[in-house]
């Protein structure tokens, strides 16, 4: 990473105490377009505190969030989503009883063109065609938009969630343990998914407990402990070993 | 394999549907199911008595068909949201009461009949969003799930209903008598202009945006709400909806029994129900077609109507109903499975 380039998003020394609990000292780091970072940290060491100031839930009691070169201040993650930060947490995810195309749209519905629009009807047609072509550029293929999502695997649907982030997303998608509860194979396919967000020119934060896949697929780890940023390398310096190591405090 | 391009595809669901597969799928499409038996019920009892087929047969089946479908198609918003609506059978009783106390005193007061009626439908119509509005706040301010709250505002408007009535019905009304019966072929006024309004509530309820947000929020709430969606404020309008649907029935039952009488519309809160599960909906929220529910009731209504019809004791009727909706939660439950075995 040079320095020389502009990062997206920048944090300079947030902090964050829920009452009596710090849950974030002095957290500073530049993220870039193009690129994977892993944020990784044991429980409690304040990776959802991080993700929820970056994407608006809540704000910092201090310090400076800079996005695209601008300060700001978050009200609420719609604030976030307006300038180009896609979240995705662990449990909201998708509906799974509408069909994929509606899901991508979900919120910003496209409507009919004239009269019929302006009463509210949806043009499902032109959002079911450009679900697919926009699934296709991060490597989803669907046979049918038309389907709904719980007739997809758990490993489609995730990537069907992300395929989502990275398409609204102008700069940052924030992915909290994207590859949970997925089997090896599945967890193949989201990986390969994250991989074509960055390759879009998106900054990807890859939140996971699972090392191996933390390894396989971010540029630079960024590690958490008690809140606190303990090491900002990159990937190629760990090894499960020393990651982990450096996780629990064992090896600094 | 083309794994690697595409890596969704690759453990799709099999290979294609085969065509028996399809035409099985077809066969077993809720929908389908639901047509052939109304129209086989329909021709049931018309083997029991040649008459069913008459004009005043049918007028009379649309009249009662009118009576039921709004609040069924309440209850189909509400549930595909996620939520349920208990009180919708004692809104109409307590609207129809106090619609009829409107109407009574605007006639008394030397307005016109048409006039009187008409601002007497709007008062129907407001009571309904009172209630509607009280189980809005119970829900998304006072966090009651749906159940409980509509359970209180049902309690509440049976009680008033009887309140204000004294027990006995409110107003006689010649003149929204003689409105009612007029129309033309099997149609009556009224009859028409519920069906209007069906047929606008099930094309918002599917191509809308209103209508989507409903599925979406029903199907899952924390994903709508990550998606922009104000659910609260979503849900609260569906339950006014409901409460304003229920209270034109009110005035439906008003017109049709000439007068506002405190136990119209109790207990049918439950018919409701059995229509929109007859019809194919989820109870859990966010899968239904507003088709199902109308087939529902239209089912109900025939045989209702028609075990009258063919003078088997009113009291089988509940009976009758019971296979239906037993019948229609298997094959649902049937068809779930397939799903999941696809």
Known sequence: ?252 | MSTVETPVAANNDGPPLSPLRRAATFATNQQFILFLVLVGVMLFFDLHNSRFFGTSEFTNLLVDFSEAVLIAAAEMYVITSGGIDLSVGSTIAVSTVVGAYAIQYLEGHHFGEFPSLLLGTFVCAGVGAVVGTINALLITKARLVPFVATLVTLSMGEGLALVFSKGGTVGYDPAAAVWSSTGFWIFRWLTLMVLAVTVVLGVVLHVSRYGRYNFAIGSNPFAARAAGINVNRHVASVYVLSGILSGLTGMIWYFNSSGGAPQNGIGNELEAIAAVVIGGVSLVGGVGRFSGIILGVAILTVVHDGLVFINVATTWNEVVVAGFIALAAILQSLSAGTKRRA
Not at chain 1, 224 to 231: N, P, S, T, W
Request: neutral net charge; glycine residues 10%.
């Open chain 1, 1 to 252: 990473m040079s320095d020389e380039r502009e990062p997206i998003l920048e944090l300079r020394n947030i902090n964050k105490s829920y009452g009596s609990v710090k849950a974030l000292t002095d957290v500073s780091f530049k993220a870039y377009a193009g690129e994977v970072i892993g944020l990784v940290g044991d429980n409690g060491a304040g990776k959802s505190s991080l993700i929820k100031t970056i994407s608006g839930v809540h704000s910092p009691d201090s310090g400076e969030l800079i996005v695209d070169g601008v300060a700001r201040h978050w009200k609420s993650p719609h604030d976030s989503m307006a300038a180009g930060i896609e979240t995705l947490y662990q449990d909201s995810g998708l509906a799974p009883d509408l069909t994929i195309g509606s899901n991508i749209f979900l919120g910003r519905e496209l409507e009919k063109k004239g009269v019929l629009g302006k009463l509210g009807f949806l043009d499902q047609r032109s959002m079911e065609r450009k679900a697919l072509e926009e699934l296709e550029k991060v490597g989803i293929t669907v046979p049918l938009s038309k389907r709904t999502v719980s007739q997809l695997s758990g490993g489609q649907r995730q990537a069907v969630a992300i395929g989502r982030a990275a398409m609204w997303a102008q700069h940052v998608i924030i992915l909290d343990e994207p590859t949970n509860h997925l089997g090896a194979r599945q967890s193949l396919e989201v990986l390969k998914v994250i991989s074509a967000a960055r390759d879009q020119g998106l900054c990807v934060l890859f939140i996971s407990h699972t090392l191996p896949h933390v390894l396989e697929v971010t540029d630079r780890i960024i590690v958490l402990r008690l809140g606190r940023v303990v090491k900002d390398a990159p990937t190629s310096d760990f090894t499960v070993e020393t990651l982990l190591g450096t996780i629990t405090g064992l090896n600094t």
